[in-house]
């Protein structure tokens, strides 16, 4: 039984859980120990897209962070252990030997190849990666990785995804592929990309059946915010721009963003908007799961903890840019949702 000093634990509601996620409190005792994490291995060819190795990479290691424990181990092979250079001409230093993948070790394993990697069979490489086909693990091509795969005739009857490029041999080569012209495909236990914007895509799904979408939503929320096909000058995404949302919506977003030390009264953002509280509280309900004033609150919140982690402020200046009347308020508020006091955001246990 609660006592009344002990404030109720309140969770975030809105989209912005996910921008929150790596602070937030677990909703409960965990029963066991968590489950290791998965073994993922990448094959690199020599002159690898660099970027699309590092789009995957990040993908796997941003989401160990945002769930505070270590969902994927990442390590890199070469064919013969020694450094690979990639298309940039950068060298990349690998953990291992390709025959230092032992079959049943890893639970995914993908060929990253590029532009002017090899494209005919490997011996070395056909005969591992049959081995750890047979161990059941999954097995995938980025960029034009998949043509690795069909030499070891693992994408038979199987879809793939290839640089295009790299299409039309690979449909001549192997009749039996089924090449889809998608930037990325999961066909199974065969995955696949065409390039670095498609390999974090590709990583996102595998996640998301992983360890769920509220995990992508996460590392979206960190990875994506410059993901823009418009021009250059175009803002940064954010929910007062997303063009998903009404335009309504999106006006009273934007004030919301711009009136955080003095936030507006709900009738007043209304009005401002052009339409009704009652409209209002439809549209926040409907595309961003909460109300006006619970999403208010939440953003001012999300606001504090970027000033907590990223400025020397005093708790009191931080409270008021955030428009919290005063620190005791501000405090019992950001306990309720984070789960401590903003002091303990800025100086966890065990930091130096």
Aim: proline share 8%; aromatic share 6%; hydrophobic share 40%.
């Amino acid at each position: 039984m609660k006592t009344p000093s002990q404030p109720v634990r309140r969770s975030f509601d809105s989209r912005l859980r996910h921008t929150n996620r790596r602070w937030l409190p677990a909703a409960g005792e965990p029963s066991a120990a968590p489950p290791p994490p998965r073994e993922v291995a990448f094959v690199l060819l020599e002159h690898f897209s660099l970027m699309t190795f590092t789009a995957a990479v990040d993908a796997l290691v941003t989401a160990n962070l945002v769930s505070g424990r270590p969902l994927y181990r990442v390590r890199s092979f070469s064919l013969d252990g020694a450094g690979v250079l990639s298309d940039l001409g950068i060298r990349i230093d690998v953990d291992g030997a390709l025959a230092q993948i032992a079959p049943g070790t890893f639970e995914l394993v993908l060929v990253c190849g590029g532009l002017r990697s090899t494209l005919g069979p490997v011996r070395p490489l056909i005969a591992r990666l049959r081995q750890m086909a047979r161990s059941a693990a999954t097995i995938g091509g980025l960029w034009n990785g998949s043509m690795h795969l069909a030499h070891a005739g693992l994408l038979a009857q199987h879809a793939c995804a290839v640089h295009p490029d790299d299409r039309a041999g690979l449909e001549e080569q192997f009749p039996g592929v089924r090449v889809r012209p998608q930037p990325w495909v999961i066909d199974g236990q065969r995955v696949s990309c065409a390039g670095p914007n498609s390999a974090l895509e590709l990583m996102l799904a595998l996640i998301g059946k992983h360890h769920g979408e509220d995990v992508v939503r996460a590392i979206e929320a960190i990875l994506a915010c410059d993901r823009s096909r418009e021009r250059a000058d175009s803002p940064l995404a954010s929910p007062a721009n997303d063009p998903a949302l009404p335009a309504v919506l999106q006006v009273a977003l934007e004030h919301m963003e711009r009136r955080l030390e003095e936030p507006l009264a709900i009738d007043a953002l209304a009005q401002r908007a052009g339409v009704s509280r009652r409209q209002l509280d439809r549209l926040f309900r409907r595309h961003m799961q909460s109300s006006p004033a619970r999403y208010y609150l939440e953003l001012r919140l999300t606001h504090a903890r970027r000033l907590l982690l990223q400025t020397a402020d005093p708790v009191t200046r931080i409270a008021l840019a955030c428009g919290f009347a005063d620190a005791p308020h501000f405090s019992r508020c950001y306990r309720q949702f984070f789960g401590q006091a903003p002091s303990a955001t800025r100086h966890p246990p065990g930091a130096c």
